[in-house]
């Protein structure tokens, strides 16, 4: 996502090269590192910073995708298309398709095991590791599923066209649909 926002500044006439990918993916693993090993006295802090800034950006997004699209005069997909449209555009077959696309969801509310793993670290961790794992699983749930039904319901029905994007991600097609005019 960080190399879609390049490109989205450059209205999409920039696409990343492998090798620039490799670095990015390399300066990342080398900065969590430095951040691990140096400043792990406020990583707690950096912990909060990071689940505040999360939570702010899936209300903006929430917020502005909805927007956007009523700016530019668009309208707001049906709940029977959120909800009841399934388009399988792999080579796989539809139930194959289906059950995959709960692999992301199953991953991301299934990581709740990182409370576990700091119950050494946590006071009255018989408290704080359950609430941690309740906490985890209900936001991740909860902003998940209105995140993802916002975005179906502003995403042009031209699903081919969304995919074929040179941006790299999908949430950056979406985001650029709604807010750049060259790019429509």
């Known amino acids: ?8 500044a450059h209205d999409g006439n920039w696409t990343a090269s492998r090798p ?8 990342c ?19 909060s910073a990071c ?9 903006a997004t929430v917020l502005a995708l909805p927007i956007g699209k009523a700016i530019r005069g668009g309208h707001i997909n049906s709940g029977a298309y959120i909800f009841g449209h ?18 992301s969801p199953i991953w ?11 119950s ?18 209900g936001l991740c749930g909860a902003l998940g599923f209105i995140s ?9 029905v031209n699903l081919d066209g969304v995919l074929s994007t040179n941006l790299g991600q999908l949430m950056a097609q979406v985001c650029m649909y709604k807010y750049h005019n060259s790019s429509c």
């Open 1 to 8: 996502m960080l190399l879609s926002v390049v490109s989205l």
């Open 20 to 27: 620039v990918v490799y670095g990015t993916y390399v300066a």
């Open 29 to 47: 693993v080398v900065v969590h590192g430095v951040i691990a090993t140096f400043f792990g006295r406020i990583m707690p802090k950096i912990q």
């Open 51 to 59: 689940i505040v800034s999360n939570v702010g950006l899936v209300l």
């Open 86 to 103: 399934l388009e399988n555009l792999t080579t796989w077959p539809q139930g194959w398709a289906f059950m995959m696309a709960w692999l």
């Open 108 to 118: 991301t509310i299934g990581a709740f095991d990182s409370c576990v793993h700091m």
């Open 120 to 137: 050494e670290e946590a006071t009255h961790a018989a408290r704080a590791v359950p609430l941690g794992i309740i906490w985890s699983a």
């Open 148 to 156: 993802l039904a916002v975005i179906a319901s502003v995403i042009d």
